[in-house]
Antibody
Framework: EVQLVESGGGLVQPGGSLRLSCAAS????????MHWVRQAPGKGLVWVSRIHGDGRVTDSADSVKGRYTISRDNAKNTLYLQMKNLRAEDTAVYYC?????????????WGQGTRVTVSS | QSVLTQPPSVSGAPGQRVTISCTGS?????????VHWYLQLPGTAPKLLIFGDSHRPSGVPDRISGSKSGTSASLAITGLQAEDEAAYYCQSYDTSLGGYVFGTGTEVTVL
């Protein structure tokens, strides 16, 4: 079964750091672009960052550039999101997402999400 | 930062047809970027509903359809059912922002 399972969320103080992980299974992880998408409480979906299958190309939304770093370990089939200098507005559920091959680059597999709360 | 605009809510009686619009600009939908649609039930992760403007992944019923014209796209649901009550989001790529963008989201209510 194709699956993405996030972990690492929690409560962190403003200015703090957190690393999210996403364990992938059921597909050849290194063949896919992977993304992080977040959703603030009661709000819509916002794209955060992406990384190529080989890990050499990354991209991020302006709102997180310089604070968030996406990375991957293909040997461990794991995607990461290192977040630093966190702000209250970073509070959200963070989804690990696969960009599909045969679906016009749509996001075809989503994890269940991990909740990040930035508060003092 | 949602650059794709959707109506906040649409509603219809069981069996009726509803449509959800997704209005973008010349830097995303109008630039030819594919439009994809997702359905999100309360408390769950989004699920892909339509990809590449109008294509359904396996398992999505044919009463769900998508279309695109100019700088806008639409999702249509015919034969509305109670299970269609959810939030729906469009998504595309914006060449000016250099990133992926989602719509503002639409809540569908079955009366």
């Amino acid at each position: 079964e194709v699956q993405l399972v996030e972990s690492g969320g929690g409560l962190v103080q403003p200015g703090g750091s957190l690393r999210l992980s996403c364990a992938a299974s059921g597909f050849t992880f290194s063949n896919y672009w992977m993304h992080w998408v977040r959703q603030a409480p009661g709000k819509g979906l916002v794209w955060v960052s992406r990384i190529h299958g080989d890990g050499r190309v990354t991209d991020s939304a302006d709102s997180v550039k310089g604070r968030y770093t996406i990375s991957r370990d293909n040997a461990k089939n794991t995607l990461y999101l290192q977040m630093k200098n966190l702000r209250a507005e970073d509070t959200a559920v963070y989804y690990c997402v696969r960009e599909g091959w045969f679906v016009g680059s749509a996001f075809d597999i989503w994890g269940q999400g991990t909740r990040v709360t930035v508060s003092s | 930062q949602s650059v794709l605009t959707q109506p906040p809510s649409v509603s219809g009686a069981p069996g009726q047809r509803v449509t959800i619009s997704c209005t973008g600009s010349s830097s995303n939908i109008g630039a030819g970027s594919d439009v994809h649609w997702y359905l999100q039930l309360p408390g769950t992760a989004p699920k892909l509903l339509i990809f590449g403007d109008s294509h359904r992944p396996s398992g999505v019923p044919d009463r769900i359809s998508g279309s695109k014209s100019g700088t806008s796209a639409s999702l249509a649901i015919t034969g509305l059912q109670a299970e269609d009550e959810a939030a729906y989001y469009c998504q595309s790529y914006d060449t000016s922002l250099g990133g992926y963008v989602f719509g503002t989201g639409t809540e569908v209510t079955v009366l």
